[in-house]
């Protein structure tokens, strides 16, 4: 049946905030339905709290809202727009839910508006695990042995029937938070409660451990003429046991026969039909008994997911986009093939190559926090290599992970580790394979510790088995079969004892050079059409480079704290603007989460690692007028002057600028010549060169690492001892690693600015304030566009700085300056010659696409000629708020720093302040309560501060807690305030209120400059429930204001179209 | 391209060498047993399912190239077998598994290649050979490990017999007749006379399963000593090489067609009765081989995801005469999936309902063939 006509106009929602567990692969699937609903004529609306997204653009959908995603916006907008039907199925778990709690509520039925793509019952069978065990045993599939419980006594009944281990799995919640495995009693019980704690219907899953079972997932789709395909099978290279997003996964399955295999696709067709997904795709997993193959199901999505994400960019058939054809009507044989062109999508995709997902994480920020890997995903990126074999993809996935390691290898491995690294998975333990290989251990024991099939063992041992054959003088035959075995030039440097240019001139003399292959859908059964390409080292090569006008663009790599999907989406929009100038556009990434790496989005796809060997590859092959480096954040800016080195040309701001902004002597110069105040600061190559300086600029001091992104390591630090134990513990200054010492300006306001210049002209496109005070990353802080705070004088001033460095600069395309303000005196903080974090959020704001408008300007069109010349201005207040995993990493504070530690961002939109923060701050998982209980606690500096605000609170209605100190002052100053116990100090303690659900928000600054247990405590424990935690003054002062304008102000919503439209 | 690993690695290693007749040259790694051997070079895209396609006669006289560069990583065991023996002709593989990693593994590939005879080729672009195979069509070649000199290799390739033309049938077919007998799985059972071309055994575990018992006759046998064994229904069976050779079939097969008894035939089958009933076949440029080809059921709307194996093809202009109808297509290429007769008992498909390997979206044809058989009076 084709197209149903009685959809015209469809809400399409989007996944909110980059969280763990759902990342940019939803702004992927999502981009990708709306584009195709549009091009069948429909009218699509979207909303979306996430401005870093492509699909929030506003070219996309007809309307755009970016506004918080919860049931009650979501009727405000469905009311508005009154489509026929809403799409859920592309927005993760989060459109999941918000779709079910709209019908719940009856909203959909009251506007007459359809669910398509999954029903309710479909969502619910699938999240539900009592429905889903039920509807299991009704088609006769095998299940681990499980029950429910809401008590722990309950709990304990179950565990009679699975007995230990056993594993948690909390109903209702994100990536499994709050699931884990018990291997005894104590376990169980302190599980069994957080995670009935954390379920919002305090309901728990026990299972029968299938624990080191066999992983397996099938990512299918059905139409409504129950034609069933299954797109991609996945086999984990790590074990049941770890969550599939922090597994080293692999496509296809490969120790699975076609009967076992034919086995577990029967279960997955019975499985879609009986969960009752009707369009769409599902992902599927499995869990088979190595000893016996006894299958289990264990679980369903009924919508695309991460692995969906990954199936589509493993094998170059759509996911998302032929999932919206069919919620819309389409069933599979009448929607096309993208990459063969001829063939119908009604097939299953098959591979020629291997596929290998390594997971990315990010426990550097959370070093509380317990880095051991299980059913709770902790993983913030991932990337994805292709191979002609694991061997070759496994180790182009680890050098594609940008943690140092240049293949399968790493040094820092602690021999005497070994076994307890294989046994307690973290992110080290495949390196600790390595070196288990290395030493010679059997494949039955690594394999008994790990339960990593012995296939895989077995490919890495030769691995292992070809290093040992590998030293100085290696011959051509040998270089090439390393080659073949995706050994990198630079491992190859070290294993040879020369250096990775060493080794790229012998390849080079000896010809070993790569060729590329295509992914089409069906092992060169069919032509393609459809540049998607990987290196490998075969005989014969498929890129066919054409000889048109071509640009490269280097991608983001995996995602990481501090470079995320802001990065993607400058690179994306580098990459259309390209194509509207007439060039070619050629795109180089690592990370199938992304659009850019979407066949469709640029005109020619490598899916390869950032290094410079595979790069270099991909331009000798290609020659391109130029690489483009400035939008990818640091990982393309660091291969910025090895390309230059090479003769590539790097368009825009030239590799010296950048290294000028960068190198902190050079930088301060530059500064000085330009008569611009800076903090004071200086360059350490050693722990007494830093107290040195220190002594000299007086503390406190800010001191990081030279080149990092997101505040790595970065700390503040108080006096000689606190800069020996960051010395000692985060980073070693060294000559060839310098340290920068910045004086830290106490109490400072903050501001981003980013600008766009070509040259001859710096164009402003916002001026953010920071709502934290200085000491923040500005990663972390919530901020607003346009400043509140600040003078017009300093606005003149930080104009004037802005426009002086992008010229002296000679930036060409984008530029960030930080600025703090302090006892009226502007200084500049650092300036960066590239895309920031905020570039999509100003972006979105001002309704101009600053990363296109760069991208236009290296194609050589000049601000002037692009009709840009004044300063971009905005007609709402838009404001930024942070989103933080610290709900994934129980243990670490959420104390805000320095070093970033956020995950993504959302933004609230309003003419208001207060309802703008409000709304970022519902975007980001707090809403604000129009009464209910604060509880203040405050350090002595900031009681001062705090007293406004808690007057006004009172007045607004709320109950106010606080300890003994803030209590008592605040009711020597007339405000009513209940004192409550702090965790040292007895029972119930304020600890006791947020369990209790007494507690609405906590106002909590720390006391002192070290983190104080007690406080800790209380952070934790809000963040846990769900507590709304300000950690600033600055935050609290906001916080009230919103509180303030959700009593008084009319929340209302609008989109981005409506927005830029006025005049 | 040189088989580095095997040199480096395996004192025992040998190069192997693969020929086409249009001159093109491969240089691997020798894989299976060492020797020389020719046959038509054609590719499967399974996935999975090695041991499946090594043993299906079907592929006797072919070189068989697998497009996924991993193969023999769960090994070989004895359940999953369409015949008592490999038959391709030759092995192509990109990367032969060093070990296996199934618990029902009872052997490694290369040493069940190696005790059954078969030549094999490994560390070759595969996929390279593949796309000369799809734009240039189907190749003879020759796998050897006894010698280097490439242009004597290419002309053996020439040499080579042609697969067009060519009556495999009556090479793999059996010697004499056996029974297949099902489980009592209770109802009617039905008598199957199946015509064993090269039949897999997976044909008789299916049929088995829906009530038939059957007896496998030799290719030759005549319809009347097929009517002599008092069949409820008639089953032609899949099988390799050029069906229009198979003459005797063919006229048998028109002469039970005349006896008004029910019939059912898959691949070689297939083409058999497309020929029986007057139609034409023609060979396919490369064939269709793997487990994803997606074939539309004309009658119910939907499509099922096949398995197949075939280089000929029934030519649609049958279907100009209206006592033949079309009932499954290939949405790839539009070619013929399957017919049936408008008023005989009689239908076919061209692609594998019995898989193994591939899906199992089909196996109600067997199904259907039975509801053949039951609609006619028990005699």
């Known amino acids: ?1063 | 391209m040189i088989c580095l690993r095997a040199l480096l690695e395996q004192g025992d290693s040998t190069i192997a060498i693969l020929a086409l007749e249009d001159g093109t040259v491969f240089e691997g790694r020798s894989f299976g047993k060492t020797g020389e051997t020719t046959g038509e070079v054609v590719f499967n895209t399974a996935l999975q399912g090695y041991q499946e396609v090594l043993t299906d006669p079907s592929y006797a006289g072919q070189i068989v190239t697998m497009t996924y560069p991993h193969i023999g990583n769960y090994g070989v065991n004895a359940e999953d077998v369409e015949s008592a023996k490999p038959q391709v002709a030759g092995f192509i593989v990109r990367e032969a598994s060093t070990m296996s990693s199934s618990w029902r593994a009872s052997g490694q590939l290369h040493r069940y290649l190696v005790d059954s005879g078969i030549v094999g080729i490994s560390e070759i672009d595969t996929r390279a050979l593949t796309r000369h195979l799809r734009t240039f069509g189907a190749k003879r070649g020759v796998i050897s490990t006894l010698t280097k000199d490439k242009d004597a290799l290419v002309a053996k390739a020439r040499a080579s017999r042609n697969m067009i033309g060519l009556d495999l049938a009556r090479e793999v077919t059996c010697p004499k007749p056996y029974d297949f007998e099902g489980p009592d799985n209770g109802g009617r059972r039905f008598k199957v006379v199946a015509y064993d071309f090269g039949m897999k055994q997976n044909i008789l575990r299916m049929l088995a399963e829906a009530h038939c018992d059957v007896t496998v006759v030799p290719a030759t046998t005549s319809a009347a000593d097929v009517v002599k064994l008092g069949p409820d229904g008639v089953f032609l069976s899949n099988g390799p090489g050029d069906p229009e050779p198979v003459t005797y079939a063919i006229e048998a097969t028109k002469a039970l067609m005349d006896r008004g008894l029910p019939i059912f035939g898959i691949c070689l089958g297939h083409q058999i009765l497309g020929l029986a009933c007057g139609g034409k076949t023609f060979k396919l440029k490369f064939g269709h081989r793997g487990a994803n080809h997606p074939v539309k059921n004309l009658a119910t709307g939907q499509v099922e995801v096949t398995s197949q194996n075939h280089g000929f093809s029934v030519d649609p202009a049958l279907f100009a005469r209206p006592e033949f109808v079309l009932t499954h297509v290939n949405l790839n290429d539009g070619t013929v999936e399957g017919f049936k007769h408008r008023d005989l008992p009689v239908i076919s498909v061209q692609y594998h309902p019995e898989a193994s390997p591939g899906p199992h979206d089909s196996h109600y044809l067997f199904g259907d063939f039975v509801a053949l058989m039951a609609q006619r009076p028990k005699r």
């Open chain 1, 1 to 1063: 049946m084709p197209k149903d006509p009685s959809i015209k106009s469809v809400l399409v929602i989007g996944s909110g905030p980059i969280v763990i567990g759902q990342a940019c692969e939803f702004d992927y699937s999502g981009t990708q339905a709306i584009k195709v609903l549009k091009a069948e004529g429909l009218r699509v609306s979207l909303v979306n709290s996430n401005p870093a997204t492509i699909m929030t653009d506003p070219e996309y959908a007809d309307r755009t809202y970016v506004e918080p995603l919860t049931p009650e916006m979501l009727e405000r907008i469905l009311e508005r727009e009154r489509p026929d039907a809403v799409l859920p199925t592309v927005g993760g778990q989060t459109a999941l839910n918000l779709a079910v709690e709209l019908s719940k509520r009856g909203v959909l039925d009251r506007l007459g508006i359809r669910l398509i793509g999954a029903s309710r019952e479909a969502v619910e069978v699938g999240e539900d695990r009592r429905l889903f065990k039920a509807a299991m045993q009704r088609i006769g599939l095998d299940l681990p042995k499980s029950g429910f419980a809401k008590t722990l006594a309950e709990a304990e009944k179950v565990l009679d029937l699975t007995g230990l281990p056993a594993v948690i799995r909390p109903s209702f919640t994100l990536g499994g938070t709050g699931g884990g495995i018990a291997y005894n009693l104590e376990e169980f019980q302190q599980i069994v409660a957080r995670g009935l704690d954390l379920s919002p219907v305090h309901e728990i899953l026990i299972e029968e451990s299938v624990l080191g079972w066999k992983e397996y997932e099938l990512e299918v789709m059905r139409d409504k003429a129950d034609n069933f395909v299954v797109i991609c099978s996945i086999e984990n290279f790590d074990p049941m046991g770890i969550h599939t997003g922090d597994s080293v996964t692999v496509a296809p399955a490969q120790t699975l026969t076609d009967r076992e295999y034919q086995n577990m696709r029967n279960a997955a067709r019975k499985i879609i039909r009986e969960v009752g997904v009707e369009t769409g795709g599902s992902n599927i997993q499995f869990a088979v008994d190595p000893k016996t193959g006894r299958m289990t199901v264990i679980e369903m999505n009924p919508r695309v997911s991460r692995s969906s994400a990954l199936a589509s960019k493993a094998t170059g058939f759509p996911i998302a986009k032929i999932a919206a054809l069919l919620a819309i009507g389409y069933h599979l044989d009448e929607i096309k093939n993208d990459i063969t062109k001829v063939t119908p999508a009604c097939f299953e995709p098959v591979l020629d190559y291997v596929v290998v997902k390594i997971p990315r994480w990010a426990f550097e920020k959370f070093r509380d926090a317990s880095p051991l890997l299980g059913t709770q995903m902790k993983s913030v990126g991932e990337v994805m290599a292709i191979g002609r074999t694991f061997k070759e993809a496994l180790q182009k996935g680890l050098r594609g992970l940008e943690i140092g390691a240049s293949g399968f290898n790493r040094t820092d491995i602690d021999d005497l580790r070994i076994k307890e690294k294989l046994l307690s998975p973290d992110p080290d333990r495949i390196f600790y394979v390595k070196r288990a290989l290395d030493l010679g251990w059997k494949h039955e024991e690594i394999y008994r510790l790990t339960g990593i099939d012995p296939w895989f063992l077995d490919q890495m041992q030769q691995i292992v088995d070809l290093e040992r054959k590998l030293g100085p003088g290696v011959d051509d035959a040998t270089l090439r079969e390393a080659k073949r075995f995706g050994f990198s030039d630079a491992r190859l440097g070290q294993l040879t004892q020369t250096s990775e240019a060493a080794v790229r001139a012998h390849r080079m003399k000896a010809g070993i050079v790569p060729v590329y292959k295509r992914v089409d859908t069906c092992a060169a059964e069919f032509a393609s059409n459809t540049p998607y390409l990987y290196s490998t080292y075969e005989q014969e090569c498929e890129a066919e480079p054409t000889s048109r006008r071509k640009v490269m663009i280097l991608g983001s790599g995996p995602n990481r704290i501090g470079q995320g999907i802001e990065f993607d989406y400058c690179c994306c929009h580098a990459s259309f603007a390209f194509k509207e100038e007439g060039f070619e556009t050629i795109m180089v990434n690592c990370n199938p989460e992304t659009v850019s790496t979407d066949y469709d989005t640029s005109d020619r796809l490598y899916f390869e690692p950032l290094t410079f060997e595979d790069v270099m590859n991909i331009i000798e092959l290609e020659k391109p007028e130029g690489v483009v480096i400035q939008f990818g954040g640091q990982t393309p800016l660091r291969l910025a002057v090895p390309l230059a080195k090479a003769g590539v040309k790097i368009l825009g701001t030239s590799p010296d600028a950048i290294d000028l902004a960068e190198d902190r002597k050079r930088f301060s110069a530059l500064l000085s010549e330009l008569d611009i105040p800076q903090p004071e600061s200086g360059t350490a190559t050693s722990i007494e060169e830093a107290k040195v300086v220190a002594a000299r600029i007086g503390y406190p001091v800010l001191v990081r690492p030279s080149y990092v992104l997101g505040g790595r390591a970065m700390a503040i630090v108080y006096d000689d001892k606190l800069l020996e134990n960051y010395a000692r513990e985060a980073v070693k200054a060294s000559p060839e690693h310098p340290v920068l010492v910045d004086r830290f300006l106490e109490d400072a306001y903050e501001v981003d600015v980013d600008a766009v210049a070509d040259g001859e002209r710096v164009v402003i496109g916002g001026i953010l304030q920071h709502i934290e005070e200085a000491g923040i990353h500005s990663g972390d802080s919530a901020m607003v566009l346009p400043t509140y705070k600040i003078a017009e004088r300093h606005l003149v001033t930080i104009r004037d700085y802005t426009r002086r460095l992008g010229l002296a600069l000679g930036v060409k395309g984008l530029m960030n300056v930080q600025y703090a303000i302090k006892n009226d005196v502007v200084y500049v903080i650092e300036v960066n010659p590239r895309a920031s974090r905020t570039t999509p959020f100003v972006s979105k704001a001002a309704g101009v696409p600053l990363a296109k408008v760069a991208a236009r300007i290296m194609a050589g069109k000049s601000l002037e000629q692009q009709g840009i010349t004044d300063d971009l201005t905005v007609k709402r207040i838009f404001v930024k708020e942070s989103v933080f995993p610290f709900l994934k990493f129980p243990g670490a504070d959420i104390l805000l720093g320095p070093e970033m530690k956020s995950t993504g961002e959302v933004m609230g939109i309003s003419r208001d302040f207060g309802v703008a923060f409000a709304k970022a701050q519902a975007a980001a998982g707090f809403q604000m309560p129009l009464e209910g209980a604060v509880f203040i606690s405050v350090n002595d500096f900031d009681k001062g501060g705090i007293l406004p605000q808690a007057r006004t609170l009172a007045e607004l209605g709320f109950k106010i807690y606080a300890t003994r100190g803030t209590a008592e002052f605040l009711m020597a100053q007339g405000v009513p305030a209940e004192m409550v116990l702090k965790v040292n100090e007895g029972r119930p303690s304020v600890v006791d209120l947020i369990k209790d659900g007494k507690l609405d928000i906590v106002f909590n600054t720390p006391y002192g400059r070290e983190s104080f247990y007690d406080d800790s405590a209380i952070r934790k424990s809000a963040t846990m429930h769900g507590v709304l935690c300000v950690t600033t003054l600055t935050g609290a002062s906001a916080t009230v204001r919103a509180l303030k304008a959700m009593k008084e102000e009319k929340v209302d919503v609008v989109s981005l179209q409506e927005i830029h439209a006025e005049a």
